[in-house]
């Protein structure tokens, strides 16, 4: 009787500690996903890949703004449909100065990357591309959100918009997407659903408020992850910036419905307001301190006009001058929290993802699986991390398995401690199985190939 008992138990324990593996691994590959650099101040065409029903465009302005839409048929047989597809692509980057071009990585993708590869060869202006994925973008063209966003647009162009989107700032469109549809990690449909949206939810809070939000850009949904600022709350912001005009300063929050003092003292400093009458409303430096920090400025003969200027580089040099602990106590802040407000004042509007290598764009030279050979090397990107391995992007239809042997020379338990979502690494072909459609690479290239 007690037997049946305990291999019950210890079953269950057992599940929980796997759910809780795949939950951690699901989670780290999200915040790597939402962390990516977004490719900013570019005009990108978001194509989204299709055989019958054609490939939907979109082309948006740098703020993310719909410039043109449109159905071309680059993926059929027809000569006519092909010339067709490239005299209005071509046509839409030279009236919208297309820089980038994003194309999802469903359906298709492989002829649509193969028609942008050779289109792009042969105009004058520089164009490059990049395979984005599109996990989730049918779900979000498919919602309330994206319906009450683009009422004009057919779903499918939603889909368009989204992926173009997903290149310029990934965080700003992930967001608004239910984080189990991203697709990153494993076995999540088989995950307790309560605990997987707590920690999931818990991901996307945290990389929002690490990044802050351009309280005069943002959507409702990336507004309502900032700390102290609810789904309604986040509508009013929106509703109020749409009747009044854009923010001048972080003071105006108060004037938003439902956004009393206690919101305001919990999101002011994750919020920006970028050429506002205060420079300090551009940086991560909270309101409570401003006092503070004018009089830091004033000890070290700064004004705040320096700050937009980029004049405050030696402002860490004159503060260790004076010396950290007298400034801290005159100014009335812990040392930690000056040292703080001083990184920021020196880059302020920092983003915290530019300092990560940036996205992988190409511009031709595809390769088709049949083409590749042991020993070839790639630089490629890394879409997903599982237990036993990474799959890599090296610019051919199908992702590469770097098995986790093949991640470095030394043992390591789990991927995640060497690569991480999105980052850009050096690969060699160990095998190519073209009917099973497999690639197995290996990040070892120090390691001789097998002959």
């Known amino acids: 009787m007690i037997y049946p ?21 699901f989670s780290s590959n999200l915040r790597q996903l939402l962390l990516q650099p977004p490719v900013k101040g570019t005009i990108t065409l978001g194509f989204d890949p299709g055989y019958r029903t054609g490939c939907k465009v979109a082309v948006v302005d740098d703020t993310g703004k719909v410039l043109d839409t ?36 469903g359906t298709a993708s492989r002829e649509s990357e193969a028609f942008i590869a050779e289109l ?10 990049m395979v984005v994925s599109e996990a989730g973008a049918s779900v979000y063209s498919a919602s309330k959100l994206a319906a009450l966003e683009f009422p004009e647009y057919d779903v499918s162009l ?19 997407i239910d984080p189990k549809a991203i697709g990153v990690g494993q076995y999540q449909h088989d995950m307790p659903k309560a605990r997987m949206d707590e ?4 991901v996307v809070e945290d990389c929002v408020n690490s990044v802050g939000v351009d309280l005069n850009t943002a959507s409702h949904s990336l507004l309502s992850y900032i700390a102290g600022i609810n789904a309604g709350v986040a509508k009013n912001i929106v509703t109020y910036r749409e009747e009044n005009g854009s ?11 439902k956004l009393g003092n206690k919101a305001f003292e919990q999101c002011a400093g994750f919020l920006r307001v970028t050429g506002g009458k205060n420079p300090l409303d551009n940086t991560s430096v909270h309101p409570e301190s401003y006092d503070a920090t004018k009089k830091l400025l004033d000890m070290c003969s700064f004004k705040l006009a320096d700050i937009t200027a980029g004049k405050v580089g030696e402002l860490a040099g004159k503060a260790e001058e004076i010396g950290y602990t ?21 880059k302020p509007g920092r983003d915290p993802r530019d300092e990560l290598p940036p996205p992988l764009l190409r511009s031709g030279d595809i390769m088709e699986m049949k083409d590749l050979k042991p020993g070839m090397e790639f630089t490629g990107t890394v879409r997903n991390v599982i237990d036993f391995g990474v ?37 060699r072909v160990l095998d190519v199985d073209v009917k099973r459609k497999r690639i197995a690479l290996t990040m070892r290239l120090d390691t001789p190939v097998q002959a």
């Open 391 to 427: 799959f890599v992007d090296i610019g051919v239809h199908e992702d590469g398995l770097v098995h986790i042997s093949q991640i470095c020379n030394k043992f390591i338990k789990h991927p995640l401690e060497v690569v991480k979502v999105g980052e850009i690494v050096k690969v």
């Open 199 to 202: 920690a999931l939810s818990g």
């Open 5 to 25: 008992s305990i291999e019950r138990e210890i079953r269950a324990d057992l599940t929980a500690n796997a759910a809780e593996q795949a939950i951690k691994v």
């Open 158 to 176: 939603r889909s368009a918009v989204s992926i173009a989107r997903r290149l310029q700032d990934p965080l700003a469109e992930l967001v608004k």
């Open 247 to 257: 923010f001048k300063d972080r003071k105006a929050l108060l004037k938003v419905p």
């Open 70 to 105: 449109t159905v071309v048929y680059p993926t059929t047989n027809e000569k006519g449909k092909i010339e067709q597809a490239k005299t209005i692509i071509t046509n839409l980057i030279k009236k919208d100065g297309v820089t980038t071009i994003a194309i999802g990585n």
């Open 326 to 346: 007298k400034i801290a106590d005159e100014i009335g802040v812990g040392v930690p929290t000056l040292k703080d407000i001083i990184k920021e004042l020196q």
């Open 120 to 129: 792009i060869k042969d105009i004058p202006q520089k164009v490059s591309y």
